[in-house]
């Protein structure tokens, strides 16, 4: 049974920072309130022009390149997002188109913040079975739009972002060892996000009551992700027959300082071992444990053998665990002569515009000629 390794990785966050000071400006708050509650300083604001596939596809982009690996060799793209570009199409439809990945079926998957845990399970599982060998995961968010900024109990906790992993099949043992993924829909009034779907279209009346908007009962929330996260981490470790003091690091879903502060004490695990930049990006649901884990590699924390627990929390209520021995891109083959890196990925993006532009120009004429044959 092959294994499933994380071979690449990349993220995009926005240029734009807001402050927890720029925040004070707009509703009653102030930075001590918020770091002392929170441990956030500030988070990143997409500009006007970048959606949440925007940033999918730049993370996208960086992961394929650290694995060296082309976008037509990916079999599966799960996008994951608490704030997808839209109902239908599948965000992960857009990236497929925008990068060129030729061959890979591609779909979202809802599970709010838990989401990242959840997709590369199931990508994980798809390569252990033996029916792909590449898949592609990204957790991308712009909830910067779903925020309401005038209400304090949830603008000050979000942030924009996205991160990706690349997982391919090896017989070499490692890569993820184990996951759990959890649910209880009878948490699922603590955190929504009502308007705009079946039971609430877009209306005026939904605008005029703020459906389109994030709703938390922050409270329920916090007491809800302090039970889970030490719980998930210790059943994810129970099944790959691993302890606490074994693993080198803990990614937690970057949510609030204290929520990660509480977990560490559930699990008597030094605070030190957990991977934490909530201070930066704030929350940025789906993106926040790639982030979190991208950062790790590149400030040369997080190394090539290392085990790792990724553990998350979320709308639904969801939860869920997942441990990994961590790879690095070794699964390199020697090809052939190829130019450098950042060219061929270059001209992937370039034949896939192009391909995307035949592809709408074939569909746009087939439309004139049926109005013809009508
Ligand atoms: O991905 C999952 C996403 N969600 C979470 O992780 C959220 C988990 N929950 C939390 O992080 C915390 O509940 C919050 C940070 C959201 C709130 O902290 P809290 O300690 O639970 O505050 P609270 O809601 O109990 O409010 C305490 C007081 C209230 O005032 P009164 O009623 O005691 O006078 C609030 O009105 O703080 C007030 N308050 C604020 N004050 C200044 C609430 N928000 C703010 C604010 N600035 N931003």
Same mark, same amino acid.
């Given at each position: 049974m092959p294994y499933a390794h994380i071979t690449g990785w990349g993220v995009s966050v926005p240029q734009s920072v807001l402050t927890n000071d720029d925040i004070a400006k707009m509703v009653e708050t102030n930075d001590e309130w918020i770091r002392s509650r929170?441990? *956030?300083r500030e988070r990143r604001i997409a500009a006007e022009d970048q959606f949440t596939s925007t940033l999918a596809v730049d993370a996208a982009i960086k992961a394929l =390149?650290? %694995?060296d690996l082309a976008p037509s060799e990916l079999? @599966? *793209?799960i996008v994951t997002s608490s704030s997808p570009e839209y109902i239908f199409p599948a965000t992960a439809c857009l990236v497929q188109d925008q990068i060129g990945a030729t061959k890979a079926g591609a779909f979202d998957l809802l599970a709010a913040c838990t989401g990242f845990i959840f997709a590369v399970n199931m990508a994980a599982q798809s390569i252990r079975s033996g029916s792909i060998k590449n898949a592609l995961i990204i957790g991308s968010e712009t909830l910067s739009r779903f925020v309401n900024w005038k209400d304090r109990g949830t603008c000050i906790l979000f942030g924009d972002g996205a991160g990706a992993f690349v997982l391919?099949?090896?017989?070499?043992p490692g890569g993820v060892l184990s996951s759990v993924m959890h649910s209880d829909g009878s948490g699922a009034d603590a955190l929504? @996000? @009502?308007g705009g779907g079946a039971r609430y279209p877009a209306s005026e009346i939904t605008v005029a009551e703020g459906k389109h908007f994030? =709703?938390?009962?922050?409270? +329920?929330v916090f007491r809800f %992700?302090?039970?889970?996260m030490g %719980? +998930?981490?210790r059943e994810a470790l129970d099944l790959a027959h691993m302890t606490v003091e074994e693993i080198d690091w803990i990614i937690p879903h970057q949510a609030n300082y204290r929520i990660i502060e509480t977990a560490a004490k559930y699990l008597k695990a030094p605070i030190e071992k957990f991977i934490i930049n909530v201070d930066r990006y704030g929350n940025t649901s789906t993106a926040s444990i790639p982030i979190a884990a991208v950062e790790a590699v590149e400030s040369g924390k997080l190394k090539g053998g290392n085990k790792v627990v990724f553990v998350g929390f979320g709308a639904g209520l969801t939860w869920g665990a997942l441990v990994a021995e961590w790879t690095g891109p070794i699964l390199q083959t020697k090809k052939k002569y190829s130019p450098p890196t950042q060219y061929r990925f270059f001209a992937y993006r370039f034949i896939a515009r192009v391909r995307s532009w035949l592809l709408r120009a074939v569909r746009h004429i087939e439309r004139i000629l049926s109005r013809h044959e009508l």
């Open positions: 929170t441990g *956030i =390149q650290v %694995a079999d @599966l *793209i391919q099949a090896s017989d070499v929504t @996000l @009502l994030v =709703q938390m009962d922050g409270k +329920a %992700a302090t039970r889970v %719980a +998930a981490t």
